[in-house]
């Protein structure tokens, strides 16, 4: 329930006085409360405004759960959900086909938002400064031999999927595979990600009439979240 700076150091490997100044920091913010008289830590009521925060975030898993079993079984392939993390998004949600062979997805790792359909559709309709500060990062690694890398042609991309309103990759983030994605929208942009992937043979001459469907799907979840495209 309780831990000291000490407790925290030692369990931590780090130093003393480094776990002080966290917790400064943290008992600033109200994550961390200090009881003056024992001079130990507990959790405070910032937590329960993180806690609030990520749970708003995860509405959307709810909301769009019925969307990714109708597009899955449409397209007889697997559809997923994905939201931002910083500069990394990660599946929250996937819905596969009853099929010999699927595509599957690791729900919970991060992605950099370069590499696939449903990173660049997410960093596509970020505000420019955003996508600038992105791209300055120096981290544009290849993830496969098919991952946009050079910067000036990752832009280009990027504006022709604002155009189209949705982003495809053959491979870019694993051999093999291949997927359509677009975003949903609020207000407030982009809040997350809805894809179509498959094996990239069988899923690259259905990608139009995928496309398709996956904006449909992914307007109709706009539109529930109170967003009028412009």
């Given at each position: 329930a309780t831990l000291g700076s000490t407790e925290s150091a030692t369990?931590?490997?780090?130093?003393?006085?480094v776990v002080h100044r966290i917790l400064t920091s943290l008992c600033?913010?109200?994550?961390?409360?200090?009881?003056p008289e024992s001079r130990?830590?507990?959790?405070?009521?910032?937590?329960?405004?993180?806690?609030?925060?990520?749970?708003?975030?995860?509405?959307?898993?709810?909301?769009?759960?019925?969307t990714l079993v109708q597009l899955s079984r449409t397209t007889d392939e697997t559809a997923t959900l994905s939201l931002r993390h910083g500069w990394s998004r990660t599946y929250v949600d996937q819905v596969t086909p009853d099929r010999e062979v699927t595509m599957t997805v690791s729900l919970g790792r991060m992605f950099?938002?370069?590499?696939?359909?449903?990173?660049?559709?997410?960093?596509?309709?970020?505000?420019?400064?955003?996508?600038?500060?992105?791209?300055?990062?120096?981290?544009?690694?290849?993830?496969?031999?098919?991952?946009?890398?050079d910067r000036d042609a990752l832009r280009?991309?990027?504006?022709?999927?604002?155009?189209?309103?949705?982003?495809?990759?053959?491979?870019?983030?694993?051999?093999?595979?291949?997927?359509?994605?677009a975003p949903v929208f609020s207000d407030e942009g982009p809040v997350g990600v809805v894809s179509i992937c498959?094996?990239?043979?069988?899923?690259?001459?259905?990608?139009?009439?995928?496309a398709r469907r996956l904006l449909e799907a992914t307007t109709g979840l706009s539109a529930r979240l109170g967003y009028a495209r412009p």
């Open positions: 369990e931590l490997d780090i130093s003393k006085a600033d913010r109200e994550v961390v409360i200090a009881d130990r830590y507990s959790l405070g009521p910032g937590v329960l405004q993180l806690a609030s925060a990520y749970r708003s975030r995860l509405d959307l898993r709810t909301l769009a759960r019925q950099p938002l370069h590499a696939g359909a449903s990173s660049k559709a997410l960093l596509a309709f970020l505000p420019s400064e955003e996508i600038d500060a992105y791209l300055a990062t120096g981290a544009i690694d290849a993830l496969t031999p098919q991952t946009i890398v280009s991309e990027l504006e022709s999927i604002r155009r189209v309103g949705y982003a495809v990759s053959f491979g870019e983030r694993q051999a093999g595979a291949a997927s359509v994605a498959g094996p990239l043979e069988r899923f690259a001459p259905l990608t139009n009439d995928f």
